[in-house]
């Protein structure tokens, strides 16, 4: 069993900044994958960014490359997701799930085992 507890969500303006943490449980974070999902209101929960267990690669969703950064501290068993430029559509419950075996980074949701209880995300025009 792994516990996701995510927090850094919050209000922000058009073109602000927001930095997302996902602490996690258990002794072997370092050999999880992890991924940050996001859900809108009446949408499906799309990715956004996945991060390799060792941190060597990344992947982002088109609409958010180049303007987050997903990034890891296995000694801390925390994975983040830094937002910058931040638009009306980031406007979401984030979510982050981590992936117990594999050494690649994985972009859709069946592809993950444990989820956090999601932090919300409220860019105001």
């Known amino acids: 069993q792994v516990q996701l507890v995510e927090s850094g969500g919050g209000l922000v303006q058009v073109g602000g900044s927001l930095r997302l943490s996902c602490a996690a449980s258990?002794?072997?974070?370092?050999?999880?994958?992890t991924g940050w999902f996001r859900q809108a209101p009446g949408k499906e929960r799309e990715f956004v960014a996945a991060?390799?267990?060792?941190?060597?690669?990344?992947a982002y969703a088109n609409s958010v490359k180049d303007r987050f950064t997903i990034s890891r501290d296995n000694a801390k068993n925390t994975v983040y997701l830094q937002m910058n430029s931040l638009k009306p559509e980031d406007t979401a419950v984030y979510y982050c799930?981590?992936?117990?075996?594999?050494?690649?980074?994985?972009?859709?949701?069946?592809?993950?085992?444990?989820w956090g209880q999601g932090t919300q995300v409220t860019i105001s025009s």
């Open positions: 991060i390799s267990p060792k941190g060597s690669n990344t």
């Open positions: 799930a981590v992936r117990l075996s594999g050494s690649n980074v994985y972009t859709t949701p069946l592809e993950y085992d444990y």
């Open positions: 258990g002794r072997t974070f370092s050999s999880y994958a």
